[in-house]
């Protein structure tokens, strides 16, 4: 499905256009301009600049009675965590799905970036699982979100090739640990800040067609299951490669560490290496860099992604 870097652009990496900042933002709104279509590469840095932070005060506000109780310090750890019991697990899973995928993020990143594409002919490629995008406004059909969705759960046995919708069910969880909505109907913690730290027995979801335990829909290990949905995006995407491969593309890297760089970081820098009429952005606090030979044709830009998305 995906391409992997060719070996001899491995050589040394730079910083690409290295103007000062606002010449560097100047360049990159000439592509915004002039480019045939955009493609959007989103990790997890974009949705951390647009408020979703996995520790600190956030944390502790929705989950400080599991940091109490169990030591843990934040989110992503926390979704590791060996619970006693599935109704516990569940009152975890339940907070940490609603809080990140239904809840839109406290800032307009998703909004402003939407805004600078919404007139091109775009596509998202996103290894993030927290349904910004479309919360946001973005074409359901412009996205491929390759790591799954925070929204779908599915069975443990991955012989069940099917994903569940997880609204409803996570609505129900979050009102039996006690979880009030407020006047916009977003759950609240109530006012005198007590919560369960279990949900009932008969709220643990089942698959409805193996009736096995259900999990979410992450790619964790190899039980990932990869759906008729999922397939149908990964059709679009290389339908959209396939129509733009000689274009002017602007490829379009947002907060992109290396921890899967061969979904997004990789194929941005080989296509942009074999299409001599794109170009490659990158915004990234602390990794904005690609290989020399492409330098010509990219800005990397070492900031923050809320901050640059506001100045374009």
């Known amino acids: 499905m995906f391409r992997f870097l060719n070996t001899d652009m491995m050589g040394r990496l730079s910083q690409g256009q290295t103007?000062?900042?606002?010449?560097?933002?100047?360049?990159?709104?000439?592509?915004?301009?002039?480019?045939?279509?955009?493609l959007i590469g989103a990790g997890s840095g974009l949705s951390t600049a647009a408020g979703f932070t996995y520790s600190g005060e956030?944390?502790?506000?929705?989950?400080?009675?599991?940091?109490?109780?169990?030591?843990?310090?934040?989110?992503?750890?926390?979704?590791?965590?060996?619970?006693?019991?599935?109704?516990?697990?569940w009152a975890w899973?339940?907070?940490?799905?609603?809080?990140?995928?239904?809840?839109?993020?406290?800032?307009?990143?998703?909004?402003?970036?939407?805004?600078?594409?919404?007139?091109?002919?775009?596509?998202?490629?996103?290894?993030n699982v927290d349904h910004q995008f479309q919360l946001a406004g973005f074409d359901k059909k412009r996205l491929f979100y390759t790591q799954g969705d925070y929204g779908l759960l599915q069975s443990?046995?991955?012989?069940?090739?099917?994903?569940?919708?997880?609204?409803?069910?996570?609505t129900r969880m979050m009102e039996a640990?006690?979880?009030?909505?407020?006047e916009n109907g977003i759950f609240r913690i109530p006012e005198d800040g007590k919560l369960k730290m279990r949900v009932a027995t008969e709220l643990i979801p089942k698959c409805p067609e193996d009736g096995s335990d259900m999990t979410m829909n992450l790619r964790c290990d190899n039980t990932f299951?990869?759906?008729?949905?999922?397939?149908?995006?990964?059709?679009?995407?290389?339908?959209?490669?396939?129509r733009h491969e000689n274009l002017h593309v602007l490829y379009l890297?947002?907060?992109?560490?290396?921890?899967?760089?061969?979904?997004?970081?990789?194929?941005?820098?080989?296509?942009?290496?074999?299409?001599?009429n794109a170009f490659y952005a990158c915004i990234n606090m602390g990794e904005a860099y690609c290989p020399e030979r492409i330098e010509d044709r990219s800005v990397c830009?070492?900031?923050?992604?809320?901050?640059?998305?506001?100045k374009l």
Do not use: C
């Open 19 to 38: 103007q000062d900042r606002d010449r560097q933002i100047e360049i990159l709104k000439e592509e915004l301009d002039q480019a045939d279509t955009v």
């Open 58 to 89: 956030r944390f502790h506000k929705y989950f400080g009675d599991f940091a109490e109780k169990f030591g843990i310090r934040d989110m992503y750890s926390g979704g590791f965590y060996p619970f006693p019991d599935l109704e516990t697990y």
């Open 225 to 242: 299951v990869q759906d008729d949905g999922w397939y149908a995006a990964m059709e679009r995407y290389q339908d959209f490669l396939r």
């Open 301 to 310: 830009i070492d900031g923050d992604i809320e901050e640059v998305l506001q």
């Open 253 to 276: 890297e947002l907060g992109v560490g290396m921890n899967t760089p061969v979904i997004i970081k990789y194929p941005f820098w080989q296509y942009t290496d074999e299409n001599k």
């Open 156 to 170: 443990v046995d991955p012989k069940t090739q099917t994903t569940y919708d997880n609204e409803e069910i996570v």
């Open 177 to 182: 640990q006690g979880f009030v909505k407020d």
């Open 93 to 127: 899973w339940s907070r940490h799905i609603y809080y990140n995928r239904y809840v839109k993020a406290p800032s307009d990143v998703y909004p402003n970036l939407l805004s600078l594409v919404r007139d091109k002919d775009y596509f998202v490629l996103t290894t």
